[in-house]
Structures are given as structure tokens and as C-alpha cells.
């Protein structure tokens, strides 16, 4: 900002800190092409070799693309399931005369701080108890419930800044209360819907222990299982392969990234608006 | 259409914003609500539209009952003070919205909206975005979007506000056209009296939830029932003096100057009252001369507008042509009165 | 009923029945699943009655008479109703049986050369000595390694062996018998006695601890403050790169720690022609374990304080900055009196909400060292998975690990309602302006 400071001190101290940050994300790209000989810095022949694993399955692991297509399920899935159950309730609690609205957003607000994680233990005995262990829609349904609370949470906000008036004249002009939330509300929150699906969708397709714990069997494996399996599995110690796998896999996050940045930092700031 | 309000009564919680109101909305008339902020003027409003539920009394358009109607079914047009128009539809399909949701042909639609168009003096604007708008011609799109499926009675709250000076003026006189031009009954919300003056055929003006006295624009100003209403009107404001009754006379300054008391019905002696007297009231050429000193004087082009002060420390206003020029200040002045243009107000505040 | 009310009632169900189902369900039953003896073996439905040889050895050395434990422990070959549906359904030799059924119901054999041959002298006793050999063991009777549903079975059947034991005994022996889980508070002793515990609570302060301090608080700071003074390209490119960790996929941004670490990484590839000695940084020592764990967690969490600190001081009024500058502040001077101060409330928000997620959070180490070297970097939330989730034993301790897990549900809760403060709740619960 102010031109009365020089900036090359913090730019040099920010450019020393950010180099891990840097080498292992250009060296993810790098390596998937080429290979590089033990004990060496740079690569020296180029290959798609490491690529290999888009056409051939690797031994004792799944298919790719069937492994892709679990994972697109997965994340989408659980983001259309977030978004329609979180723009409905977030709408209640923002704007509708329910009884007990102020216990369900108390609670909203507890639960959205709330590590879900230390329930895994609980969450991998009911979904044994119920049938739904090893199913896609069991772990759909358990990361879609556990996402919930900051979904409504961050639904609610959207919907609070929507001026009043506007349903008001929704009302008047005679629309019932269902049509003035699809016709005039929802169109109004279309920032939020966006930054929640996308946070859902890539927090979905990122996801690595409840996938694991909830649905371990191959047919319903998901890119994170694959990847880890791959590494854990000592025949063939590969890390360009695993770079590879992994860049086939980071990528569609990270265009999704490059896209709605700005939409995201709210909700990677905590859900707060500020 | 006629709207009456019946002993209606409104809470929020524990607290009783209104209680027990009656107010007629005489079909075809323009009526104002007028009031300070945080009067009720804009609670009676969305009461009448259906937005808050009455909490005793009722709420009749024309003979019928509407007190637990829904909104959306007491056909009355609302113009919000935001104008509130959908951020995400064009001037057309926002107009036509009304029409939409009760699923009218797509062709009446078409004629309907640009008729009302035609009468709001928007029928150029219909493939904007509310946005691509400047704050008047919003206005208009509120009002035709609020008409065009002729509401029984059309509500305004504040529409002026949100409007520069010179658009203020304008649309003051459009918004005051177009219901003429439809003949509908209107309520008009405002904490401006010139607003509430010059575009209604009666005024209500409000205190804390309480009607104080409804009339023409003319007469509440002539005749005010008590003193909140005669400073509400006029600008500049009019101002209070104090005086006493003495053997049928008014007594100002101690006795120093005294006239007979100008109505019929007199308080009995020693009576403290309150005289109230507008700035055009008090001018140089009346009989009852009332001296002071000069203590502000402000120019307003046309007019000056000049405040004096009695030796009491109570301050009288004038206001006057500066074609015959500008008096200084700390001028020592003798202004005066006429006993039958006074204002009496009685030591509560209501007019004698 | 109102009508906004009965759709606020459909709007918010689908959300009510999910988070009730398995966000509120699973905090309950965290707390009661701790309270069992849970495991792979016990199973989670109910269990069985079942003796078994091991369970007769065990209860020797308990006050148990070797007659009366080798009396339940005798087998014996009958010819019973049961016993021949057993064979018939085995697919035995029919003839055979149907003049066992005549003949010989309710005939008691010791032991099985004796029921062996007393079949070869019957009259349709079978061909060869293999047939008669497979037909025999479905005609055995024995407590030991039979599944009895229900207690009063497995009670009968003991009384039935005449065995002397005493009422207490039998109770006993029943008791030993149940397969499936009990109630029990044994984890929380097993917790507080367990040297493994007191391991695990301090590893899990030093990873809170330094993870939050050095990095989601500390270096968060150095990053919002230092993009604030760069030109807003740079400082979009930093605060982009840093919001890399955060969004790459876990597994993936762990890969990439490893292949920086491991033992023909690219470290040593640095490192080996300056002469340090191959190793892998990751898991050598307990040291490096640490500060690897630290920086895993660290480049993913300082994010998240740099994005909200970023925005506090963007909100500064930019006058107030240039006043300072004119008033003679020195860069540190503007950071220490202007730009902190703003920054209360954001470190306090973000110390809160870290420390819980650190707390819990066990992923990045899990992928990474998975506790080790041995278990010096084995963190409580860490504990409470592998417990009940992933061992190298395969009895998975569900009781156990639940038990672990509550102590982090209950921090996590209380640690949720102090989080209530940080929002103006009254405002967020204001009245919906329409009643209707």
C-alpha cells in the first residue's frame, strides 16, 4: 500500500518462506513427465511412462476411471445434497416464523465449530449397525451431515442480506411464501450457493479418512483411497508414478480453485464473514 | 376501495406500539400518514398490507374483514421506500411478476404491462435491469409493478425518500397524478409535512402510536388540535409564547402588552396559555406590536427568514420579503400580531 | 399454525433428520459406546454363548475343580432326533440312519471309537471304512465350541452335563461364555493407568501448541500483514500459492512431503553431495518427526488466519495509516499501535477455532508418519482411530478407542459453546419481519 516503506525486505522474506511451497508443486508437475536419476536434482529424460496407470491397471488396484468416476459421484453428490438441504434450512432460520428458531440456530452455530472427525468412531458402528458400511451412499450421506452445520450456517448469511423488502413485494405482488424464496430469494443468494458448492464439491473430492474408514472395499474406492493404497503398497515404490496419479487427481481442484478464489476465501476464513 | 381500521391494536412482544387506532381511508383519497420516526405510521402500514398480523381489531377493506387474510390476498399494491424491485429480473418481467404468479396469459400480460407502462412513463425502459435505472425512473417501476393489477388500495412508504431534491419534486407530482388518473385509494407513509401537504387530500398525523387529528392539509394547518401538530406543520416552524388570562385579556410579558382574547369561549382568570404564532404571522405592519432584538438572521434568497428575541428570552420568528431588504441583526424591532391569527393552546398543549 | 411456520417445518426437516442421524447421534453414542468393551471379537450387535477350550484352561487356575471343568469338556456321541437331522441333512447313507432311528434313539457312546464301532456291526452300516469315518462326527455332542443364543440355553445344557457346579460357578462360567460386549468402565481406568496415555497427552500439547503458535497464529500474521504492504499482484500471488496446501487434496500434499524427505528425496539429493548422510528426514529421529509434522500442519493451518487477518486490516480506515506515516511511524511502529490492535479479535477467533481443529485433527499425520518414529508423534486423536480404526493387530478396540474419542467430543463441546461468544447472537435471532 503506502509508498513510505520499501517492500524488498518483506518481499524477500516471503519469497524464502514460500520455496517448499513452490519446489514441491512445480516438482509435482515436473516429474510426472520425466524421470530422474537416483541422487539427482534435475530430471534428465522426458516420459509419459508415469502416465501409464490412465490405460492399464496397476496391479491389485482398481480401475482409474471406475476409481474416478466413485470420486465424481462422491463430491457431487454430496455437493447437490449440501446445497438443497442447507439453502432450504438456512432459509427457515434466516427468515421464517418457526418455533424453536433460536435453539436450532444456537445449535447450527455450535455444531458448525464442531470436529466432526472424533465421531468417526461412533459413525463407523452406525453404519455397520444400519447396512449402509462399505456403500457410497453411506459415506454420501455421513460427509453431506457432517458438512450441514456450516453449510446452514453460511446459507443463513447470504439469505440475511437479502433485503426484507424484496419478499415483502413478493407477497404483495401475491406469490405464496415458497414461490417468493425459489423466484426472488434464491436468485439473490447466487453468490453463496456457488461458494458452498464449490467448497462442498472440493471438500468431497479431497476427503480422505471417511471414505476410508466408512467404505474401504474396492468397487466404491475413491481417488483419495486409491492414491493412499498406491503408496502403502511397497511393489512398486514409485513417487513419479504417485505424482502423476496424484496431478490427475489435484487437478480438476485446482482449476476449480483458480475459478471461484474469491468466492472460496470466505468460507476457507472460517465461515465468518469477516 | 374503503379501509377502515377498527380499535386496532399492535404489539411486538411485550411492547404496544399501537392501541386501539381508528382511521378511515375514504375511497379514491389520497391520505397521508405523517409522523416522527418510530411514530407507527409505517407498523399501520404493513398491518394494512397484511405484512403483520393485527393483534386486536380489525381490519376492513370495504365491507369485508381482512384482519386474518393473507397478504397475498388482500390485492394491495405496496411501493417500498427501497422501491425493492428483484435485482435479477428486467423492468418488463418485474412489472409482469404480479401477473405471473397468478399464471394470467402471456399475451394479457403483454398489454397489461404495457399499459401501465405507458401510464408511469416507462414504456422505453421495459428491457433494463432495475440497476441500469436512475433512482426516478425505479420509482416508476415500483409504482407501475404495484398497479398494474389494479390493487384495491395502493401504499407508499417514504417514497420520496431515497430521491435527490429536484427528482423529489417531480415525482412528487407524478406520484400524485398517476393516482389521480386511476381514481385508487392510497396511503401515503411520510415524516415530511411538505410531502404530506402537498400530495394528499387529508392528513393523519401520528404520535406514539396514536392519531392526533385527521384533516385536510389546510385545515390541520389553520386549526391544529394541539401544539405537536401546529410545530409539526410549517417551515420554519412555528413558534411558542408564553401568556396568561387576565379579566378576559391576554396578558404577554408580565402585562406589559395585553389584547382582548379573540374567541368566544374564555378560561377563567389566571389561566397560563401558550400562543402560537407562525413566522408569517408575526410581521411588521400588525396591530398588537409584541419588541425585540434581532438575534438571527438567515437569507434565503426570496425570503429572510428572522429570529427575535423578547426580553422574556423567548423567541419569535419571522418571515419576510427581502425585496424591501435585509435588517440587521441585534436590530432592535417592533413586529406584531394579529389576535385572530394567533394560535391558543392551553398549558397541556390542546388548542382552545 | 402459521403458514410460514409449516413451510419452515419442510424447509428445515431434511436438515433436522441428517445432523440428528449422524452428527448428534454419534456424540451420544461416543459416550456410550465408551462405557463397552467393544471390539472386533465381542462384535457390535449382541453376542453368543460359547465355551471354548481356552476359556476351560483360563477358569482352572480359577477356583474350578479339574473334574468338573474335564466333565464340561467331555464330548460324547448320541443318537438323537437332532443329532440325525444333522446327518441326514449331511447327506449320510439313509438306510443307515433309518435303522439308527428305529433302532437305537437315545443309544449314548463314550467316545467315538466306540460309536465307530458299534455302527460296523449294524446291519446297513456303510461300505467303507471312509463313509462310516465322515458319518460319525455328526452324531457328536459337546459343549465346548457350541454357539447357545441365549443364556437359559447354554445354563441347560450345562446343568445337563451334571458337572457339580455350584450356583456361583455356573454364574461364572456363563458369564466367561458371553461372546458379545458388556458394560464396563474399564477404558477410562485402562486410560488413566496406561503409560501409552501420558505419551500421547504430550505429544498432543507439543503438536497444538506449535502448529498454532509458530504457524495458524504466528505465521498467519507475518503473511497478512506482509501481503497488506506488497502491491496487489504480489500479494495475490503469495496469498494464492499459501491457499495451495489448504486446497490440494491431503494425500496428495503428503506425497509431496514425503518425496521432499524421503531417503533418495530431494533433500538428500541436496544434501548428500555437501556430505550429510542419506536418511529419511520424516522418520529418523523424533525430532525431525516433529518438525515435519509441525510444517505439514503448519503451511495447511496458516491460511485460514491469514485470510481473516487479511481482511481485519484491509477494514483499517486507510487514513488512519497515512496519519501515522505522516505523524513519523516506522514500519514496526504502524504494525505494533495501528495494525495489531485491529487484530485482536481476529487472533483470539482464530486461536479458538485452530486450537479445537488441531486438537482433533489427525489426517496430515496419519498420512505422513502415522505416529512414528515408535509413537513420538502418536497425538490423542490419532490414538482414539487407530484404537478403533486401524491397527496392526486387527482386534479393533471400538470401546477403547470411543472412550479416547469422548474426551475430545467433550472438549470439543465445551470449547463450541465458548464459541458462541464470538457471534452477536441477538442479533443473529432478530424476529422475521413477516408474520405470517
Not at chain 2, 428483484?86 to 399499459?115: C, D, G, Q, W
Amino acid at each position: 500500500m503506502s509508498q513510505n516503506f520499501k517492500n524488498w525486505p518483506i518481499l524477500t522474506g516471503l519469497v524464502l518462506a514460500t520455496v517448499p511451497i513452490v519446489l514441491m508443486y512445480s516438482y509435482l508437475v515436473l516429474d510426472t513427465v520425466t524421470d530422474t536419476k537416483p541422487g539427482s536434482i534435475f530430471p534428465n529424460s522426458f516420459t509419459l511412462e508415469h502416465w501409464r496407470f490412465l490405460y492399464e491397471d496397476i496391479e491389485g488396484k482398481a480401475n482409474i476411471w471406475q476409481v474416478t468416476l466413485n470420486t465424481l459421484v462422491f463430491a457431487s453428490s454430496v455437493m447437490l445434497l449440501v446445497l438443497s438441504v442447507s439453502s432450504t434450512a438456512g432459509y427457515a432460520l434466516s427468515r421464517l416464523n418457526i418455533p424453536f428458531r433460536r435453539e436450532f440456530l444456537a445449535g447450527v452455530l455450535i455444531l458448525h465449530a464442531f470436529p466432526s472427525i472424533t465421531l468417526i468412531i461412533a459413525i463407523f458402528l452406525i453404519l455397520q449397525l444400519i447396512g449402509l458400511y462399505n456403500t457410497l451412499i453411506g459415506v454420501i450421506i455421513v460427509m453431506t451431515s457432517l458438512q450441514l452445520p456450516l453449510g446452514i450456517w453460511i446459507m443463513k448469511g447470504f439469505y440475511d442480506s437479502v433485503p426484507w423488502e424484496i419478499e415483502m413485494a413478493g407477497l404483495q405482488d401475491g406469490a405464496s411464501r415458497f414461490t417468493v424464496w425459489y423466484r426472488l430469494v434464491l436468485p439473490q443468494v447466487r453468490p453463496g450457493i456457488i461458494a458452498l458448492g464449490v467448497f462442498s464439491f472440493l471438500s468431497g473430492w479431497g476427503e480422505y479418512i471417511l471414505p476410508t474408514v466408512l467404505a474401504p472395499a474396492n468397487n466404491v474406492q475413491v481417488l483419495s483411497g486409491y492414491l493412499a493404497s498406491l503408496i502403502a503398497d511397497d511393489r512398486n515404490f514409485e513417487f513419479n508414478l504417485f505424482k502423476s496419479v496424484g496431478l490427475f487427481y489435484a487437478t480438476p481442484v485446482v482449476i476449480m480453485y483458480l475459478f471461484f478464489q474469491d468466492k472460496l476465501m470466505n468460507i476457507y476464513g472460517g465461515g465468518t464473514k469477516g | 376501495m374503503e379501509i377502515i381500521l377498527e380499535d386496532f391494536t399492535k404489539r411486538f412482544g411485550d411492547v404496544t406500539v399501537i392501541e386501539k387506532m381508528n382511521l378511515k381511508i375514504r375511497e379514491g383519497e389520497m391520505l397521508a400518514l405523517l409522523g416522527p420516526s418510530g411514530c407507527g405510521k409505517s407498523t399501520t402500514l404493513f398491518t394494512i398490507c397484511g405484512i403483520h398480523r393485527v393483534d386486536g381489531g380489525r381490519v376492513l377493506f370495504g365491507e369485508k374483514d381482512v384482519s386474518r387474510v393473507a397478504a397475498q390476498q388482500r390485492n394491495v399494491g405496496v411501493v417500498f421506500q427501497s422501491y425493492a424491485l428483484y435485482p435479477h429480473m428486467s423492468v418488463f418481467e418485474n412489472i409482469a411478476f404480479p401477473l405471473t404468479v397468478r399464471k394470467e396469459n402471456k399475451n394479457t400480460i403483454r398489454e397489461k404491462v404495457a399499459e401501465i407502462a405507458e401510464l408511469v412513463h416507462i414504456g422505453e425502459l421495459l428491457e433494463r435491469r432495475p440497476e441500469q435505472l436512475s433512482g426516478g425512473q425505479q420509482q416508476r417501476v415500483a409504482l407501475a409493478r404495484a398497479l398494474v393489477r389494479k390493487p384495491g388500495i395502493l401504499l407508499l412508504d417514504e417514497p420520496l425518500a431515497n430521491l435527490d431534491a429536484k427528482l423529489r419534486l417531480e415525482m412528487r407530482s407524478e406520484i400524485r397524478r398517476i393516482q389521480l388518473e386511476t381514481r385508487i385509494s392510497a396511503v401515503l407513509v411520510t415524516h415530511d409535512q411538505v410531502e404530506a401537504m402537498s400530495m394528499s387530500d387529508r392528513i393523519a398525523i401520528m404520535k406514539e402510536g396514536e392519531i392526533l387529528q385527521v384533516a385536510s392539509p389546510t385545515e390541520m394547518y389553520q386549526q391544529p388540535v394541539n401544539d405537536f401538530v401546529a410545530g409539526f406543520l410549517g417551515n420554519p416552524p412555528i413558534a411558542f409564547l408564553n401568556a396568561l388570562v387576565q379579566d378576559g385579556k391576554i396578558d404577554v410579558l408580565n402585562g406589559k402588552i395585553q389584547f382582548d382574547f379573540p374567541r368566544n369561549a374564555k378560561p377563567s382568570n389566571s389561566t397560563k396559555i401558550r400562543l402560537g404564532i407562525r413566522p408569517e404571522h408575526y410581521q411588521p405592519n400588525n396591530p398588537i406590536q409584541i419588541p425585540g432584538t434581532i438575534s438571527f438572521v438567515e437569507t434565503q434568497g426570496r425570503e429572510n427568514l428572522y429570529d427575535v428575541k423578547l426580553e422574556d428570552g423567548s423567541i419569535l420568528r419571522s418571515i419576510q420579503s427581502s425585496a424591501f431588504g435585509t435588517i440587521e441583526k441585534n436590530s432592535q424591532v417592533s413586529w406584531g400580531v394579529q389576535p385572530d391569527q394567533l394560535l391558543i393552546f392551553d398549558q397541556a398543549g390542546n388548542s382552545i | 399454525m402459521s403458514l410460514s411456520a409449516k413451510l419452515g417445518y419442510v424447509f428445515i426437516a431434511p436438515a433436522l433428520v441428517l445432523v440428528a442421524v449422524f452428527f448428534l447421534t454419534p456424540v451420544v453414542l461416543t459416550g456410550i459406546f465408551s462405557f463397552t468393551n467393544m471390539s472386533t471379537a465381542t462384535g457390535i450387535t449382541g453376542g453368543a454363548y460359547q465355551i471354548t477350550p481356552s476359556l476351560l484352561r483360563d477358569l482352572s487356575g480359577n477356583g474350578f475343580e479339574k473334574k468338573t471343568l474335564d466333565t464340561i469338556g467331555t464330548e460324547s456321541y448320541q443318537v438323537s432326533q437332532a443329532t440325525l437331522q444333522v446327518a441326514r441333512e449331511a447327506g449320510s447313507h439313509l438306510d443307515l440312519l433309518s435303522e439308527l432311528e428305529a433302532d437305537h434313539l437315545g443309544s449314548n457312546f463314550k467316545n467315538r471309537r466306540e460309536f465307530e464301532r458299534f455302527l460296523k456291526k449294524l446291519q446297513n452300516r456303510p461300505r467303507s471304512t471312509r463313509e462310516l469315518k465322515s458319518t460319525s462326527p455328526h452324531f457328536k455332542k459337546s459343549l465346548i465350541n457350541e454357539r447357545f443364543e441365549t443364556e437359559i440355553d447354554l445354563r441347560n445344557s450345562l446343568v445337563e452335563m451334571q458337572a457339580n457346579l455350584s450356583e456361583e460357578q455356573l454364574n461364572t462360567l456363563i458369564q466367561a461364555a458371553y461372546t458379545g460386549w458388556i458394560w464396563t468402565t474399564d477404558n477410562f481406568h485402562k486410560m488413566v493407568i496406561l503409560p501409552e496415555t501420558k505419551q500421547i497427552l504430550f505429544n498432543t500439547i507439543i503438536y497444538v501448541t506449535f502448529t498454532l503458535l509458530l504457524f495458524n497464529v504466528g505465521f498467519a500474521l507475518v503473511l497478512a500483514i506482509a501481503t497488506f504492504y506488497l502491491p496487489k499482484g504480489q500479494a495475490g500471488v503469495f496469498r494464492a500459492l499459501w491457499l495451495l496446501p489448504r486446497i490440494s487434496p491431503s494425500v496428495l500434499y503428503v506425497v509431496l512431503w514425503k518425496w521432499l524427505t524421503w531417503d533418495t528425496g530431494f533433500l538428500n539429493a541436496i544434501l548428500n553431495p555437501l556430505g550429510v548422510a542419506q536418511r529419511n528426514w520424516m522418520l529418523d529421529t523424533t525430532l525431525n518427526a516433529w518438525f515435519f509434522v509441525v510444517l505439514i500442519n503448519g503451511f495447511i493451518g496458516a491460511s485460514m488466519g491469514m485470510i481473516l487477518f487479511s481482511s481485519a486490516i484491509t477494514a483499517i480506515p486507510k487514513p488512519l495509516l497515512y496519519a501515522s506515516e505522516v505523524d513519523g511511524a516506522n514500519r514496526w511502529q504502524q504494525i505494533r499501535f495501528i495494525i495489531l490492535p485491529q487484530l485482536k479479535w481476529p487472533i483470539l477467533f482464530v486461536t479458538v477455532y485452530q486450537c479445537l481443529s488441531l486438537l482433533t485433527s489427525f489426517e496430515q499425520i496419519l498420512l505422513s508418519t502415522d505416529g512414528g518414529p515408535g509413537s513420538s508423534t502418536e497425538v490423542w486423536a490419532l490414538a482414539a482411530y487407530h484404537s478403533a480404526l486401524d491397527n496392526y493387530w486387527g482386534n479393533l478396540q471400538y470401546g477403547y478407542g470411543a472412550a479416547l474419542a469422548l474426551v475430545l467430543v467433550i472438549i470439543g463441546v465445551i470449547m463450541s459453546f465458548i464459541f458462541l461468544r464470538f457471534f452477536r447472537f441477538q442479533e443473529l435471532v432478530r424476529q422475521p419481519r413477516i408474520e405470517q
